[in-house]
């Protein structure tokens, strides 16, 4: 397909996005656009960052160009399994539809009820909504799903890792049989592929990628930390993560760094900032207001760092993020390959980056079979002054006294009382600065009392 003006799009929609800079459109569109445009129903299967939203955003905004809204009844539909996913589609409907007279509402959590049914009680042509704040309007009563003509579904197999099949089948049922379903999703596992039976209708499947696929253009590598204890993962980890943002100097133009847990993005946050590295954080505990804001910052270069959990992974239209970082491994091999699926976008070459703890090695390997890549793995303990633990090896040929052994024994305990001090004054360095004591033996936290405030 060599030019958007070949789908037969309505001419004030072909407008908008030639306005937009867009002439070309991604084979997903290509392929999805003309049977949506023929009013059948579509089975979307893409990776994240082929540019799905156009794919029904453009269609939408061309069949609702004639029709008129009524209060309470919604026109079409679409679901978003996250408000930032939500927030995303609502912004390319006001980039595509900016020269139609259409409505749109966006009902998501984090947003007063009384503006959000205010605008559905004037009638809107398009609705996007999260399932559970759409279901809390509607036992309301402030909604009626019969008008809804056109149905979206927008990353089906998120909206199954996060539980919202129940609210999704009751949603299609709520909506008229006769409606046009345009239904996407990254992967297509037995839950969703049972769903796409039921209730769509013969529908044109599009097919772009490989399921869990990770696009060509990304460069993959792992960092092995080899702390000396267990309980020092988490600044080993710190550590290594500085080094490697240091090391790629100005190749970082701006990276996402991935947490498994709200809590370690939280305190992680904390020790980059008092460490002079320009971030900002992004989880599902912070008001929508603020994670609107967090996103808006990132995306304009505002900061140049996001460290996020997994509600960032998905859905998210960052269109240029050099580096994606995995502080901890994904629990799900899946959502390695979404969470790095944010940077390499639209051609453009990216790198991710994967900080290994020795106890990570099986899920690497679960990756790697589910990717079907090889991930090369750095030896972090040079680089970044990692130690094993393990006492240094005598040297089998030499001979010594008892006399001198008792002489080596005493330099040792000197050394290692040397060490200790030496120890000492880079915790209380690394304390003062990091604000973490996680990393403080008991016998250091006892000298230390009253010398260094948590």
């Not at 579509?42 to 453009?58: M, Y």
Request: glycine share 8%.
């Amino acid at each position: 397909m060599a030019d958007f003006s070949e789908l037969n799009l309505n001419p004030s929609v072909l407008a908008a996005v030639h306005e937009a800079g867009y002439k070309t459109p991604t084979p997903i569109q290509a392929m999805a656009i003309p049977p949506a445009l023929e009013g059948r129903d579509v089975l979307g299967i893409a990776q994240t960052g082929t540019g799905k939203t156009a794919s029904f955003v453009l269609p939408m905004i061309t069949a609702l160009t004639s029709g008129r809204a009524r209060a309470r009844m919604p026109r079409s539909l679409v679901l978003a399994p996250t408000r930032e996913l939500a927030s995303q589609v609502a912004e390319s409907f006001n980039i595509y539809a900016k020269n139609q007279k259409l409505k749109m509402c966006l009902l998501i959590g984090g947003v007063a009820f009384g503006e959000q049914m205010a605008m559905t009680d004037r009638g809107v042509d398009v609705l996007i909504a999260t399932p559970g704040r759409l279901l809390d309007h509607f036992e309301r009563g402030r909604l009626l799903l019969s008008g809804v003509s056109i149905m979206v579904v927008d990353e089906a197999d998120r909206m199954l890792d996060m539980g919202f099949i129940p609210d999704v089948e009751r949603i299609f049922r709520l909506t008229p049989f006769t409606r046009q379903t345009l239904f996407f999703s990254a992967t297509m596992p037995p839950e969703i592929e049972r769903i796409t039976n039921e209730f769509l209708s013969n529908p044109a499947r599009v097919e772009i990628a490989k399921q869990a696929t990770v696009a060509d253009n990304i460069e993959q590598s792992a960092k092995m930390i080899q702390p000396a204890r267990r309980d020092m993962e988490f600044k080993e980890k710190r550590n290594l993560l500085r080094e490697t943002i240091s090391d790629r100097g100005d190749r970082i133009t701006n990276a996402i760094i991935f947490c498994n847990r709200k809590s370690d993005v939280d305190i992680l946050l904390r020790s980059m900032r008092a460490h002079k590295f320009d971030c900002s954080a992004l989880h599902g505990d912070l008001d929508q207001s603020i994670r609107t804001r967090v996103l808006s910052e990132f995306r304009d270069g505002g900061k140049r760092f996001l460290i996020a959990s997994d509600v960032a992974a998905r859905g998210l239209d960052i269109p240029i993020v050099s580096h994606v970082i995995n502080f901890d491994v994904p629990v799900n091999p899946e959502d390695y390959v979404h969470r790095i699926g944010r940077t390499g976008r639209a051609g453009r070459k990216g790198e991710a980056i994967t900080l290994l703890a020795p106890g990570d090695r099986k899920k690497l390997k679960e990756i790697e079979t589910l990717t079907g890549c090889e991930i090369r793995i750095d030896s972090a303990a040079g680089e970044a002054g990692l130690t094993t633990g393990k006492p240094p090896v005598a040297d089998p040929g030499r001979k010594s006294s008892n006399k001198s052994r008792s002489g080596d024994k005493r330099q040792s305990n000197k050394e290692f009382r040397q060490r200790r001090g030496r120890n000492a004054a880079v915790a209380v360095a690394d304390t003062e600065s990091d604000g973490n004591w996680e990393h403080i033996p008991a016998f250091l936290k006892r000298n230390l009392e009253g010398r260094v405030s948590p």
